[in-house]
């Protein structure tokens, strides 16, 4: 309904939603435990669809299907296969399908140490995504914690913030549920300009205190927490502590990579969860873990069979999306200052239109002078009983965004807005608008044109 398919592009984990849905979704991504072999790119025959919603995904670059197509292609082979090469003549043979996939695996892991600066190859671990990572770190340290449990005085504690996803905040219920550790929520507020206080997690430190996990960037305000002091803090208070009584820090940089520098010494982490769709990669991640190798930082598997990535996560490995993620990891080696300073300039002209063209109707969340955001996110709301951020969305005939995090955009405000102080009236219509690295001056002009139709439209209604 008012749709037309423009393009279709091979080996891309999207299925299209039903037609009169089409018109607000340009890539048809909808999240399944299966995907098919095409992903749709949808444009309106109305005009063109405009795309801010790349906080919750991004499409693959064609550098990274390129890497994906060849290596699915020429590198097929199981990379723990023992045979080495293939004899062409006397004096020449060239590399087996399997010898070329462990080489493409092995050079995805490079580019992903690089992307993060990390010193070490051997420190990265592919994972399914985000979650399994972030679920990885928890449960590792539970785990090894509970080995000291008669040196430790109770379970073990973690300490995290109000503004994690799910998949840290949830693996801490389930596991406190089960008795199997405790934990404390340190809040990001108004007065500390949405970031959490240095101080607070000092403040919540026990004797049994084992992880300290809190995300590098928000994904609905793009808040930059400051990672690298909270490590200095922690480093400070190991000081005394017995190894097998240390804190160890991990960030969930998820939505930082591909937007600004992110460079693990610097931050002083360690663990830090990479995910691959959120830097126009393949749905697949990898989790940095510091001196894994030496066993400096505790990881534990969670998958157990062949003993694939080092016997951490067993599983024949995803060649093809692997190859995917470090083609991806590449780009942003070469291109992470044009990126981040592009999306910069647009998200800020972004703003400057609203506030000119809406003026005291427009509020942004989370925009605060005494903190940092990555440069392609803008939370914002329209001040009116009439204008709730999924009625602005729904009624868009070009824009497509979302109210908040895509795993919970639904009919209330958002926990995290309410938390830094934006009234919830105001948080009820908040639309997240993330830009992405294509996105242009005109399709800002699309958008504003759009808004400006949808507040008339529902104003009048």
């Not at 990479?274 to 990881?299: E, N, Q, S, W």
Request: proline share 3%.
């Amino acid at each position: 309904e008012g749709c037309s398919i423009e393009s279709v592009s091979p080996i891309c984990q999207g299925f299209p939603m039903e037609d009169k849905q089409l018109r607000y979704t340009p890539f048809c991504i909808l999240e399944r435990s299966f995907s098919f072999a095409f992903s749709f790119t949808v444009r309106s025959t109305e005009g063109q669809t405009v795309y801010l919603d790349y906080n919750a995904t991004t499409p693959v670059d064609p550098e990274v299907l390129e890497a994906i197509h060849y290596a699915l292609k020429e590198c097929w082979g199981n990379p723990s296969s023992s045979h080495h090469y293939e004899i062409k003549g006397s004096n020449d043979f060239d590399y087996s399908p399997s010898v070329k996939a462990k080489n493409i695996i092995d050079e995805a892991r490079a580019n992903i140490a690089r992307m993060i600066h990390s010193d070490d190859d051997s420190d990265i671990l592919f994972t399914s995504g985000g979650t399994e990572a972030n679920n990885m770190v928890i449960r590792s340290i539970t785990k090894h914690y509970s080995k000291f449990s008669k040196k430790i005085d109770g379970l073990p504690h973690v300490i995290t913030s109000n503004m994690e996803h799910d998949s840290v905040k949830l693996v801490l219920q389930e596991l406190a549920k089960d008795n199997l550790l405790e934990y404390t929520v340190v809040n990001a507020t108004q007065a500390s300009g949405g970031t959490i206080v240095v101080d607070d997690i000092a403040k919540s430190v026990r004797s049994n205190t084992c992880l300290v996990s809190i995300m590098l960037a928000n994904n609905e305000t793009g808040i930059i927490q400051p990672i690298a002091d909270i490590a200095k803090a922690v480093k400070a208070l190991n000081y005394g502590r017995e190894d097998y009584n240390r804190i160890y820090f991990h960030t969930d940089a998820a939505q930082a990579l591909g937007k600004i520098p992110v460079k693990v010494q610097d931050l002083g982490v360690d663990y830090l969860t990479i995910v691959g769709h959120k830097f126009y990669g393949p749905r697949i991640g990898a989790l940095y873990v510091k001196g894994l190798d030496t066993k400096k930082t505790p990881l534990y598997p969670m998958i157990f069979g062949g003993g694939q990535e080092r016997k951490m996560r067993s599983g024949t490995e995803n060649t093809g999306m692997i190859a995917g993620l470090g083609k991806a990891a590449h780009l942003i080696v070469q291109n992470i200052d044009l990126y981040s300073s592009k999306m910069a300039k647009i998200r800020d002209y972004l703003e400057d239109r609203l506030k000119s063209t809406f003026g005291d109707n427009v509020h942004f969340n989370g925009r605060f002078s005494t903190s940092h955001r990555i440069p392609n996110t803008c939370n914002v709301s329209f001040i009116g009983s009439k204008f709730k951020g999924w009625e602005v969305l729904a009624n868009a005939k070009y824009l497509v965004a979302s109210i908040g995090a895509a795993c919970h955009a639904q009919d209330r405000p958002s926990e995290n807005l309410l938390s830094i102080g934006i009234p919830k009236e105001i948080a009820y219509n908040a639309l997240r608008l993330s830009i992405g690295r294509e996105t242009s001056i005109s399709d800002v002009d699309v958008v504003i044109s759009d808004i400006q139709y949808v507040l008339d439209k529902l104003q009048s209604d």
